[in-house]
């Protein structure tokens, strides 16, 4: 079977069970999240805590907790690696850095994981699952806690709160996330991942020379950061490491782990407000997108240009040969269109053109299916913007879901969809205008500019990958990269629940013989379309700077 054929149908049964998911998956999380009843666990952790479960919160108090929540994380995950060489199953390691264990406590609390650093050699046992594991279940539990809340504001009528933000941070840990993660970790570790608390150690090689090398829990910690959409990795190759992601089908299964929640999202979005058929227009546009990414990357990286790629057929630079180019393309596409971050190839590698299709996946704002939890709610947000731009083209005050989208609705989707442009292009002109900035760069030229673009983008969506030939651990990336998390992440949060608020008081409008159906291929269509509109006119000239100006030179 030809690389091509064989990529198409990894690609295809990854889609299949997708869909298979969607319906019981959307229907589970529409239950855990709807439901009265508190499971004895969770009302110990109430109790634990001080916290009234059955007290709800309006908008404002939802995001102070939120925010709270956030930065304690961010202080107790800081304070842990700074002490890591006092405390139990630190390997030896040392403390690490100031400024590194600033970024990578914002990293990690903002679901973003970059890693500027080598796990294997920074982080001891505790660090990497007390610290860094715990961040990766609760960070994807906030983003579904936001989503939820949002779907709240539009199915409820003339309220004044959207739920427990505590209440719906347990329940996405504990009856989503974690016997999901669990199950997950079993098949990897079947798959051939290590799973372990053990010393140091070292191996014959084939040549009769030794190799140290540190074990690590590596499963779980696989489990949950492809599941929760966080990235990172125990080893500094990340997921490309045998002990992270074995084989093939582990790297299936992976794929598969680090979409199946954002893509079933919608489905609870569908239940909660009353009609199947807004999930089914939402996620259409969600596998539209992915499904275009997934062509296009493909075919860049099958067709790739030079001499010796074209001997071969492809371009195996920085791939895995037991995954081939097919499959790797398959994840960089998902890992860069969810806010993963998780790599099994070396995206610096990719074409041009290959590697500009990633980047241009995060620009998208990571909403087909984006991160759990802030792809459903960048996608309503886009949905937000088509109805309001559909409304002024005949005339009508916009709706949506019954919901009439005003000057106060606008306002908020439109600074929701600013945020990020002004970090990435801001961020990566500071680091281009600096000698410390531009000194990160491997390269120079137009891929020199596509790895500083790339990492601004990936920080301010909260993806974490990079175009790994960027050396980014210096006192400026690590501020710089780090501020752009934080501010990437709350600020459209805090947005988010704004617009929640202020939906959530009306009273729904009635439908009429003028109202915008929104459960319909066109509208499906009109929201695509808005979303590739907005950005590339947002980004078109950062991105002819850097990988189109590679491509076509």
């Known amino acids: 079977m ?62 102070r907790a939120v925010l709270a929540f956030s930065a304690l994380s961010i202080l107790f995950l800081y304070g842990l690696q700074r002490l890591q060489d006092r405390l139990p199953l630190s390997l030896g390691m040392r403390p690490v850095e100031p400024a590194l264990a600033w970024n990578t406590a914002v990293s990690f609390v903002t679901n973003t994981n970059w890693q500027a650093y080598s796990g294997e050699s920074t982080m001891g046992h505790l660090v990497q699952t007390g610290g860094l594991a ?40 504990l009856r989503v996330l974690l016997p999901i993660a669990f199950a997950a970790a079993i098949l990897l570790v079947a798959g051939g991942a290590i799973q372990t608390f053990a010393e140091h150690g070292t191996w014959t090689t084939l040549t009769g020379g030794e190799q140290a090398f540190t ?32 084989t093939a089908w582990t790297n299936w299964i992976e794929i598969f782990l680090l979409t199946v929640i954002a893509f079933a999202l919608p489905r609870t979005f ?99 299916p984006g991160g759990v939890g802030a792809g459903l709610y960048g996608m309503l947000v ?38 990020t442009p002004v970090l990435v292009l801001t961020g990566t002109a500071l680091a281009m205008a600096t000698e410390t900035g531009r000194g990160a760069m491997l390269n120079g030229g137009p891929h020199g500019f596509s790895e500083i673009l790339y990492a601004y983008a990936s920080a301010s ?37 704004a617009l929640a608020g202020s939906l959530v008081r009306q009273a729904p409008a009635p439908v009429t013989a003028g109202t915008l159906p929104t459960h319909r291929p066109q509208f499906a269509a ?17 991105l002819a700077l850097g990988p189109l100006a590679e491509g076509i030179r």
């Open 270 to 368: 569908g239940r909660m407000v009353g009609d199947d058929r807004q999930g089914y227009a939402i996620v259409a546009v969600m596998a539209t997108i992915f499904t275009a990414s997934l062509v296009l990357t493909n075919w860049a990286e099958l067709s790739a240009g030079g001499t010796v790629p074209q001997a071969i057929g492809a371009a195996m630079e920085g791939r895995e040969t037991r995954f081939g180019v097919s499959n790797s393309a398959v994840f960089a596409s998902a890992t860069t269109l969810t806010s993963t971050g998780a790599v099994d190839s070396f995206h610096d590698s990719y074409t041009a053109l290959g590697g500009g299709m990633l980047i241009f996946n995060m620009l998208l704002g990571e909403v087909a």
């Open 2 to 63: 030809g690389s091509a054929a064989a990529g198409a149908l990894f690609a295809g049964s990854l889609i299949v069970a997708l869909a298979l998911a969607y319906r019981p998956l959307g229907d589970y999380m529409h239950r855990v999240y709807t439901s009265p009843r508190h499971t004895r666990v969770e009302r110990a952790i109430y109790r634990l805590a001080g916290i009234s479960p059955d007290a709800e919160q309006r908008w404002g108090a939802y995001a």
């Open 526 to 542: 009109m929201v695509a379309g808005v979303t590739l509109v907005l950005v590339a006119l947002t980004y078109l000239p950062a």
């Open 215 to 246: 074990p690590a829990a590596a499963a779980s910690q696989e489990a949950i950061k492809d599941l929760g959409t966080n990235g990172g990795g125990v080893f500094n190759v990340n997921s490309a490491h045998p002990f992270e992601n074995p």
């Open 134 to 173: 715990v961040q990766n279940f609760v960070s994807a539990a906030v983003g579904m806690a936001v989503a939820i809340a949002l779907v709240r504001g539009f199915a409820r009528r003339k309220a004044e709160t959207l739920g427990n933000f505590w209440v719906d941070l347990v329940r996405g840990t």
């Open 461 to 497: 969506n909260n993806n974490g990958s990079a175009f790994a030939g960027v050396s980014v651990n210096t006192p400026f990336h690590n501020t710089t990269l780090g501020l752009c998390m934080a501010l990437g992440r709350f600020l459209p949060i805090v947005l988010v629940l």
């Open 382 to 419: 886009l949905a937000v913007i088509t109805v309001f731009a559909a409304g002024l083209m005949v005339g009508r005050t916009p709706e949506y879901l019954g919901k009439r989208v005003g000057p106060r609705e606008i306002k908020l989707a439109s600074l929701y969809f600013l945020v």
